[in-house]
């Protein structure tokens, strides 16, 4: 295409580069925000071609951008500016988000097999990553350059999606084959990070394989019901025979069962539900406006010093540890509504209405492995505040530009194929 002619050859080459690193540092070595940083600051110069976006694009961009300023308009509540302008600019990446895409968008990025084999080998390395620091180093769970919660919810995402590649756009013998591997390798590793968080995402990604594959098992296609029964079989060891799931579990049982008997224990599970009480008892003394983006923890303390929290551990919190707690606390019901439509509903309306359309595999890969990535952040959010760490905001982001774009490129691509079919001679005849 003739536009493509506007951006120098180097630059595309190292967009791809980029695109392929990113998910093999960001929760290994780290430096996963230099990564986006660089991805940005070309699209800053190339992204423009607001007008070429579809309906549905505008709205998710126009999403991002919405709440942006509903965050930054709850900080005229703020007490520790310093701390709200930091939250803020986490949710200032998505806003950048914009030219990224747009450059992604007018250029023609088409990155599916460039992204998912870059997710293949992540999800291999954090498996040798977690090996030596377990086994090898002594450690008790692998927390990779951040924590297990990162690590484990990272990992678990990209063996996801490189399942996704491997039923949409590989040969069949060798997608069983990566199905295998991959599935193993991400599942081992959460396992080694006992990032209990992202194990509700499993049963969810598979009902969601189960759904989007619903004609192609009931017609018998052998080698995706073999696929789709490999991880059912794949997930079914994983929770019932790994003792790191089973003492996972068993701690979180212990954790629940603490609490009912003294909510005050400062458990990882009792402390996560004391923040959940204290945030609803802050959104009903703030249900519209929110405490302000950054006065968390100054409120938590408050709380611990007038007898209102249950358990002083959590004056050691910054966020709530849920991302709609964290919304609803922070930014009041508004802030709740528009986080929640335009971080995950928006992107997900469009995810579905491209596997609705899809014609191709490649529109297949974007379209599910897009579905399958809002669905892991809404899941991993239940328990986690995502949107207080660069680890995951830059993963939601660059995952969102890569497969959002490529699905719409692909869209654009298969529309022109079509527009440019010879005219059915019978059809022309009859009219």
């Not at 991805?39 to 961009?61: C, T």
């Not at 996560?272 to 519209?288: G, I, M, V």
Request: aromatic share 12%; with cysteine.
């Amino acid at each position: 295409m003739e536009q493509n002619k506007a951006m120098p050859t180097w630059l595309r080459h190292f967009i791809v580069v980029l695109v392929f690193v990113f998910p093999m540092i960001v929760a290994t070595t780290g430096g996963g925000s230099h990564v986006a940083t660089m991805l940005l600051l070309p699209a800053l110069y190339y992204g423009r071609g607001w007008r070429q976006l579809d309906n549905i694009e505008q709205r998710v961009m126009l999403g991002f951008v919405a709440v942006f300023l509903v965050m930054s308009l709850s900080m005229l509540n703020t007490e520790d500016i310093t701390q709200g302008l930091k939250y803020l600019e986490r949710h200032l990446r998505f806003v950048l988000l914009i030219p990224l895409y747009l450059m992604l968008r007018k250029y023609d990025f088409s990155l599916a097999k460039v992204f998912a084999y870059a997710l293949i080998a992540a999800s291999l390395l954090m498996l040798a990553w977690a090996i030596y620091q377990v086994i090898w180093h002594g450690d008790v769970v692998v927390s990779g350059e951040y924590d297990k919660i990162v690590f484990g919810d990272l990992v678990t995402l990209w063996g996801a999606l490189s399942i996704v590649f491997a039923l949409t756009l590989m040969h069949k013998h060798t997608g069983l084959a990566v199905i295998f591997i991959v599935g193993v390798a991400a599942l081992s590793t959460n396992a080694l990070a006992q990032a209990r968080g992202s194990w509700l995402f499993i049963p969810v990604f598979l009902l969601l394989l189960l759904w989007a594959y619903r004609g192609h098992l009931r017609s018998g296609r052998r080698w995706l019901v073999s696929g789709v029964a490999l991880l059912v079989l794949l997930s079914a060891v994983f929770f019932w025979q790994g003792d790191r799931i089973k003492q996972g579990a068993g701690h979180g049982i212990s954790d629940l069962q603490s609490f009912m008997q003294d909510p005050g224990q400062a458990t990882s599970w009792g402390i996560r539900l004391n923040l959940w009480r204290n945030s609803l008892l802050l959104a009903a003394e703030h249900p519209w406006q929110g405490i302000g983006l950054g006065d968390f923890q100054q409120e938590m303390r408050n709380m611990v010093d007038d007898g209102r929290s249950l358990s002083p551990a959590v004056a050691n919190f910054g966020h709530a540890h849920s991302i709609y707690f964290a919304a609803l606390v922070n930014a009041g019901i508004i802030g709740l509504l528009s986080m929640v439509i335009a971080y995950l509903v928006l992107p997900a309306v469009l995810f579905g209405r491209e596997m609705k359309g899809a014609k191709t595999p490649e529109q297949r890969f974007y379209a599910l492995a897009g579905m399958a990535t809002v669905l892991a952040f809404a899941t991993f959010g239940l328990s986690e505040d995502l949107w207080t760490r660069n680890p995951f905001v830059n993963s939601y982001i660059v995952c969102l530009a890569v497969l959002m774009s490529g699905a719409m490129n692909a869209r654009r691509s298969t529309l022109a194929i079509d527009d440019t079919k010879p005219e059915d001679p019978l059809v022309k005849n009859q009219t």
